[in-house]
């Protein structure tokens, strides 16, 4: 007989409806979150991997299935900021007005750079 509770995903769905392809990816995500909070919470040489499984409420394997490493956690992190931060200074740089000077331009482009730190800090 099957149980009764059965761990449901957002949006309604049993988690054991989701493909393992799908709930690897959901997997990573949630350790890469808790990672990123709690390196930049206590630093980066602070936090283990056991710390970062109990930061996403999974077993203390979970990271090592996903992840060779705290380094390979750091390298994507910066990886994902990287293209974010780009993404949004090519956007800024996009909207400038060309016919302000250079130093205008400038000032868009840290806003976005500050801005898209914020918003990270803030995640």
Do not use: W
């Amino acid at each position: 007989m099957k149980s009764a509770s059965v761990s449901r995903k957002r949006g309604g769905k049993p988690a054991s409806s989701l493909g393992p392809a799908r709930r690897g990816k959901a997997t990573r995500v949630k350790i890469l979150r808790a990672a990123r909070k709690l390196f930049v919470r206590c630093g980066f040489r602070n936090v283990s991997l056991a710390d970062v499984a109990r930061g996403a409420r999974l077993s203390a394997g979970a990271p090592y299935q996903h992840f060779t490493g705290k380094e390979q956690m750091l390298e994507e992190l910066s990886e994902d900021l990287g293209q974010l931060i780009a993404g949004r200074i090519k956007k800024a740089s996009e909207s400038r007005d060309p016919t302000l000077p250079p130093e205008a331009g400038l000032a868009v482009l840290f806003q976005a750079l500050r801005e898209s730190l914020d918003q990270e800090a803030e995640l």
